[in-house]
């Protein structure tokens, strides 16, 4: 396998792949063909979770697996690692990375925290960093990133500070602003800020986070690294890591972009810190530099991370490609959320713009969800009685001004709805329907999910 060690860095693969030639966009009728596996009856408006694979892609990916189980040998030496070639630079492409050196292909987001909170604990182990400097991040962080940094950081010596962020969100400017406090914070009593976490789509609440103007003030305030962890973002909002500048970028390609799970990318910009970023599993190919390393991890399916070509092709069929498909999940999460809203008489957890293909929506006060444990048995109650999939959120009511109220009172509820390719405009309705008539059993006392 060392004989092909210079294809990692072969001029002759670096493009991504054309768009096909069609004389025609993809049809209403050959989506649903797409979809046909998912099971009939289900309002699939969680999309954000674990993503959806089409047929045509699941096809591509048993290609791939009976490859490998055809011939393992002739696979490992002459294909696999020319297929994840042409993976990393197609991602390459759709981020606008230098090289495709700083692009690997790992498991998922949580993989990625491993690998840059590892080497950040490594750095206070050894005594780079001092005792109680800092590790910033925002207090929604995924409670896997939180899990890494008490195993890797914590332990080591090092401190946290979680930023607050509001919710439900006005403006950009609120986040912004709470931000720069706990960069404040973070430097006080002359720590240092060793790492900032930021989110670039939040998971619960969701939103949108203004993640570039975040890194700039990073770099104007001293932070040694920026870890951007976008899950939610490949092919659900634009992304330039030139252009945003953090150290270390992550998105989950199985939500938004159609890959089959699990599969990630981890984009780390070249700099003398580069030789200390390993992945967490030590092969043979460690010292070989973070994207071959990754590569081989051991005897493992690899086929979710060889059809990224294939989902390229499948993304360019639908008009204006990947971006198209941003923009009109949008558009349509959007009016379906505006439309739960009027229905219920409540409002959205943030504006429009703050949003991208998934959307917070108030609850009907008339819920009475008043705890983290009260709103997963209403999902629960959802699925098993409507067939809705559909992620709740609790916010506790503030302190001061208590937050948002409908006609009854306070709204403490907030569902995280999605918009992908498959959904329809019945998905919503079902939805809105069995919420009004839980409200509707509320009013009238009758046995309810929560009693």
Same mark, same amino acid.
């Given at each position: 396998?060392? #004989?092909?060690?210079?294809?990692?860095?072969?001029?002759?693969?670096?493009?991504?792949?054309?768009?096909?030639?069609?004389?025609?966009?993809?049809?209403?009728?050959?989506?649903?063909?797409?979809?046909?596996?998912?099971?009939?009856?289900?309002?699939?408006?969680?999309?954000?979770?674990?993503?959806?694979?089409?047929?045509?892609?699941?096809?591509?990916?048993?290609?791939?697996?009976?490859?490998?189980?055809?011939?393992?040998?002739?696979?490992?030496? *002459?294909?696999? $690692?020319?297929?994840?070639?042409?993976?990393?630079?197609?991602?390459?492409?759709?981020? *606008?990375?230098?090289?495709?050196?700083?692009?690997?292909?790992?498991?998922?987001?949580?993989?990625?925290?491993?690998?840059?909170?590892?080497?950040?604990?490594?750095?206070?182990?050894?005594? @780079?960093?001092?005792?109680?400097?800092?590790?910033?991040?925002?207090?929604?962080?995924?409670? #896997?990133?939180? @899990?890494?940094?008490?195993?890797?950081?914590?332990?080591?010596?090092? #401190?946290?500070?979680?930023?607050?962020?509001?919710?439900?969100?006005?403006?950009?400017?609120?986040?912004? #602003?709470?931000? $720069?406090?706990?960069?404040?914070?973070?430097?006080?009593?002359?720590?240092?800020?060793?790492?900032?976490?930021?989110?670039?789509?939040?998971?619960?609440?969701?939103?949108?986070?203004?993640?570039?103007?975040?890194?700039?003030?990073?770099?104007?305030?001293?932070?040694?690294?920026?870890?951007?962890?976008?899950?939610?973002?490949?092919?659900?909002?634009?992304?330039?890591? @030139?252009?945003?500048?953090?150290?270390?970028?992550? %998105?989950?390609?199985?939500?938004?972009?159609?890959?089959?799970? %699990?599969?990630?990318?981890?984009?780390?910009?070249?700099?003398?810190?580069?030789?200390?970023?390993?992945?967490?599993?030590? %092969?043979?190919?460690?010292?070989?530099?973070?994207?071959?390393?990754?590569?081989?991890?051991?005897?493992?399916?690899? %086929?979710?991370?060889?059809?990224?070509?294939?989902?390229?092709?499948?993304?360019? $069929?639908?008009?204006?490609?990947?971006?198209?498909?941003?923009?009109? *999940?949008?558009?349509?999460?959007?009016?379906?959320?505006?439309?739960?809203?009027?229905?219920?008489?409540? *409002?959205?957890?943030?504006?429009?713009?703050?949003?991208?293909?998934?959307?917070?929506?108030?609850?009907?006060? $008339?819920?009475?969800?008043?705890?983290?444990?009260?709103?997963?048995?209403?999902?629960?109650?959802?699925?098993?009685?409507?067939?809705?999939?559909?992620?709740?959120?609790?916010?506790?009511?503030?302190?001061?001004?208590?937050?948002?109220?409908?006609?009854?009172?306070?709204?403490?509820?907030?569902?995280?709805?999605?918009?992908?390719?498959?959904?329809?405009?019945?998905?919503?309705?079902?939805?809105?329907?069995?919420?009004?008539?839980?409200?509707?059993?509320?009013?009238?006392?009758?046995?309810?999910?929560?009693?």
């Amino acid at each position: 396998m060392d #004989s092909d060690r210079g294809e990692n860095g072969d001029s002759s693969h670096n493009h991504v792949s054309k768009k096909p030639k069609l004389s025609a966009f993809i049809s209403e009728e050959e989506i649903r063909q797409e979809f046909s596996h998912h099971q009939r009856g289900i309002a699939r408006i969680n999309n954000g979770s674990f993503g959806s694979c089409p047929a045509s892609i699941i096809a591509a990916q048993k290609e791939w697996q009976l490859r490998f189980l055809q011939q393992p040998d002739d696979f490992y030496f *002459n294909h696999l $690692r020319k297929g994840l070639l042409e993976s990393r630079t197609v991602v390459k492409g759709l981020i *606008n990375a230098d090289s495709v050196d700083e692009v690997s292909l790992i498991d998922n987001a949580t993989t990625a925290a491993a690998i840059v909170l590892q080497q950040i604990g490594r750095a206070f182990a050894q005594g @780079k960093f001092q005792k109680g400097d800092v590790v910033v991040m925002l207090h929604c962080a995924f409670q #896997s990133v939180k @899990k890494s940094i008490q195993a890797y950081v914590t332990g080591a010596g090092g #401190s946290v500070i979680e930023v607050q962020l509001p919710f439900p969100l006005t403006s950009k400017e609120e986040i912004v #602003s709470e931000f $720069r406090k706990g960069l404040e914070k973070g430097k006080s009593d002359g720590r240092h800020v060793r790492l900032a976490i930021i989110d670039h789509i939040t998971s619960m609440p969701c939103v949108v986070v203004p993640v570039e103007e975040l890194v700039k003030i990073c770099r104007q305030e001293g932070v040694d690294q920026v870890f951007v962890d976008a899950a939610h973002a490949i092919g659900s909002v634009p992304v330039d890591v @030139k252009e945003i500048g953090a150290d270390f970028y992550v %998105s989950n390609l199985h939500k938004w972009f159609f890959c089959p799970p %699990s599969v990630a990318f981890l984009y780390c910009r070249k700099s003398p810190l580069s030789s200390e970023v390993h992945h967490p599993v030590v %092969s043979h190919e460690f010292g070989n530099g973070l994207a071959i390393e990754s590569s081989w991890i051991g005897t493992r399916d690899y %086929s979710s991370q060889l059809v990224v070509p294939s989902v390229l092709e499948f993304v360019n $069929r639908f008009e204006g490609g990947i971006e198209g498909i941003m923009m009109r *999940n949008h558009e349509i999460v959007v009016k379906m959320g505006e439309m739960l809203a009027k229905s219920w008489g409540t *409002n959205l957890g943030a504006p429009p713009e703050m949003c991208a293909s998934m959307i917070m929506v108030g609850l009907p006060s $008339r819920l009475f969800i008043s705890s983290e444990e009260d709103a997963m048995r209403l999902r629960s109650y959802l699925r098993q009685h409507h067939g809705i999939e559909v992620p709740l959120h609790y916010q506790a009511p503030s302190d001061v001004e208590g937050g948002p109220k409908d006609k009854d009172g306070l709204v403490t509820g907030y569902a995280r709805i999605s918009h992908q390719v498959y959904n329809s405009f019945d998905d919503y309705c079902k939805f809105r329907d069995a919420i009004n008539q839980l409200v509707e059993q509320r009013r009238s006392c009758k046995m309810l999910f929560m009693e």
